[in-house]
């Protein structure tokens, strides 16, 4: 009988493991890759769109394009997990694995904000992107605020990139000097663990008028006195804000016994990323392996979970240990994107290496994009 791997989650983390699967041991498993979306979106593709740079039209990668061997792909929503029994029930149906992967993301909360809704905007959802890029032509003269509004959130350099390409974009419509543009993030530094990466950002942010409020969240905006509240009570007027919600673990996976609450992202063993329940993984933002929220590190893990499903179908090696390594890329503004590479469970610490802004790296970016949707769907991207 075929082994039966049930992945949740059709994000970065749950393609790069089913197509890695199907790749290698597509004639021997039964993959069924679940996801209530319709389509997978890239995270920075809702900068390119609230700026106006792409079509929403045109970032969207259909699921239904996946035809690999070994692999079903069903859109339903996943109501609950039991990860003893590796049972999942869908609005659909129910299955049961023999292998077990949650790659479910994070989800955000807005409520958790105070004002968030009624009187800012996020850009972190397509929903948010899409109403930015209609709001964003009507903020003409002002404060903009950029912030974070809880600890653990996706892609930390976003925020910066956000101020960057704001900064681009007003200056194109002849409004910079009548604007200021302002980032609350609740790091010392914009990037921990590269000095130089965060040198360079606080560099271009220098140089542009951008200014950096380190170690603060924003705890809440008050939409009629147009403040935003920071975490040590500083209030800061705002024309704009555009917020990074609150991020917290599916509550389907809180319920499942997987995460102790909603802050609690699930607990796996670094080296495999198999949670406490034999047979059942939890690869990419979901988990709390330590590093940060981001889909090369989710790619990386879903490698990891891969090597071994393998190993155990066909023999050979345990498949090396997780690295928690990847690279990013970061906007800079003026057609300029950078690079940061890091490595966050070899050492005892966190570490980066950077590479300055350049237009190769814009190419390189668009690449790593494209070959992703060539491998994961079978299609160059548009
Ligand atoms: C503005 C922005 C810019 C970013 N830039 C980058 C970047 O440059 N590089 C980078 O590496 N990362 C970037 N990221 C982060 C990246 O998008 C995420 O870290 C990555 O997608 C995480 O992968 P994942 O597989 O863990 O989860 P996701 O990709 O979020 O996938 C989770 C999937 O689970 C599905 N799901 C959730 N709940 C259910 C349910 N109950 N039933 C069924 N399906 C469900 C969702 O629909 C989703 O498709 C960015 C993010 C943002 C917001």
Redesign the pocket.
Do not use: H, W
């Given at each position: 009988m075929r082994s039966r791997v049930v992945v949740?989650?059709?994000?970065?983390?749950?393609?790069?493991l089913t197509t890695i699967l199907s790749d290698a041991v597509g004639d021997a498993v039964d993959i069924v890759l679940?996801?209530?979306?319709d389509a997978?979106?890239?995270?920075?593709?809702?900068?390119d769109v609230m700026f106006g740079r792409r079509m929403p039209t045109d970032i969207r990668h259909p699921y239904s394009d996946i035809v690999k061997p070994g692999v079903r792909f069903l859109q339903?929503?996943?109501?609950s997990i039991n990860p003893a029994a590796r049972r999942v029930v869908?609005d659909d149906r129910a299955f049961e694995a023999d292998v077990l992967v949650v790659?479910?993301?994070?989800?955000l909360d807005l409520s958790a904000t105070p004002g968030l809704v009624e009187g800012g905007n996020e850009?972190?959802?397509i929903t948010g992107?899409l109403a930015l890029r209609e709001a964003l032509p009507r903020f003409e003269t002002g404060a903009a605020i950029i912030g974070v509004t809880g600890k653990s959130?996706?892609?930390p350099?976003?925020p910066s990139?956000?101020a960057l390409l704001l900064h681009d974009y007003l200056t194109s419509r002849g409004q910079r000097e009548q604007t200021e543009i302002s980032v609350v993030m609740p790091f010392g530094t914009p990037i921990p663990p590269s000095a130089n990466t965060s040198q360079a950002i606080l560099s271009a942010f220098a140089e542009r008028g951008i200014r950096f409020v380190k170690d603060s969240l924003t705890k809440a905006l008050d939409p009629g006195r147009k403040v935003a509240v920071l975490s040590n009570g500083t209030e800061m007027p705002y024309d704009l804000f555009l917020g990074?919600p609150v991020h917290r673990v599916?509550?389907?996976?809180v319920e499942s016994g997987l995460a102790t609450d909603a802050y609690g992202w699930v607990p796996v063993n670094k080296k495999t990323l198999e949670t406490t329940f034999p047979g059942v993984y939890a690869?990419?933002?979901?988990?709390g392996v330590g590093t940060?929220?981001?889909?090369?590190?989710?790619?990386g893990?879903?490698r990891v979970v891969a090597a071994a499903i393998i190993a155990q179908l066909r023999g050979g090696p345990s498949p090396e240990a997780y690295k928690g390594a990847?690279a990013?890329?970061?906007?800079f503004g003026r057609g300029q994107v950078g690079r940061v590479e890091v490595d966050f469970l070899s050492g005892p610490k966190p570490t980066g290496t950077f590479q300055e802004p350049s237009e190769a790296l814009v190419a390189e970016?668009a690449n790593?994009g494209s070959s992703r949707i060539r491998r994961w769907f079978g299609q160059p991207l548009q």
């Open positions: 949740l989650g059709a994000g970065f983390g749950g393609l790069e679940i996801d209530k979306s997978f979106v890239f995270g920075f593709s809702k900068l339903s929503t996943v109501r869908t790659a479910l993301g994070a989800d850009f972190y959802s992107a959130f996706k892609c350099p976003a990139e956000a990074v599916p509550q389907v996976v690869v990419g933002d979901v988990n940060a929220k981001a889909g090369v590190f989710a790619e893990a879903a990847g990013c890329y970061v906007e970016k790593f």
